[in-house]
């Protein structure tokens, strides 16, 4: 079956302007968005309820208006959390999108040292927050404009992005010689991860894992906690139920085919963890999930016809 891929390369937006607006609600649309990176910029904003955002392996809870910033190549998930529910909205914008002529100065200056991992910072801004009251017109301004589907608001939009980057750029500070040794590290546990999502239909020991990053198993499993906030052994468990939910929602698969398609092989042990995570049984998960509206999940800012 089709997953989520690790490194995300799909274009959102178009190839002429490579932004897009996405709406969420956990767990009513998708109960969570797994683990990824790609080489945009997100901003996630939550509108209402709560929910959670993993970065770099450290696990954030948004309320009302609060809001992460993700820098391109961090590795990230969406998650709900506990028992409440949430609504959200995902901004992504390309790097391309700032980019002139050859000697681009802003784009050499301002762009480039996000994707070399030369500029940090950190991603959780509460609604009260100093950062988050300076960014927030300029996000709700690009929820509002993107919303018109018939508008042609590039130049509104281009124009919020580049302050977006702006304020961005004055938030960040140099990257930390200690903090890039670390994300080398993690970076290469993203080995492991491929990993899983090629082999997760059996079984795959801690040592196995371990080789595909050159650690060892020790190392591996310590540097793996620290990144995904759980055990390889519950990682690949979690991932497992997610591509388990993921079936149950969108085929009509029998509950003990989907489990030996998810590497399974003991139904009351999966049912058992299936309910310990999603708060009901395969069957009532089928049930209860609501399908995916077509019209909700992407603004694409593109040019529009007049006829």
Known sequence: MNTTPLHETKIHGTIPFPCSVYHGRIPEWIPSFPLHWHDDFELIYCAKGRMQVTVWGKAYTLCEKDLVVILPHALHSIEQAGAAAGEYFNILFHPSLFEGS?????????????????????????????????ISPCVLSI???????RSPHELIIKSDLYRLLYFIWRQSTAAAVDSNSLQFSYGRLKNALYYVRRFYDREIPIKEAANQCGFSESHFMKLFKELTGMSFNAYLVNYRLELAAKQLKETDLRVIDIMANCGFRNHSYFTRAFQKKYRMTPRAYRSFVTPLPESAPQWTCAPQSDT
């Open 102 to 134: 050859e000697s681009d100065l802003c784009h050499e200056q301002y762009v480039l040292p996000f994707l070399r991992g030369e500029r940090a910072m950190d991603c959780f801004y509460p609604a009260e927050s100093a950062f988050n009251r300076t």
């Open 143 to 149: 929820l509002g404009h993107m919303r018109e589907s």
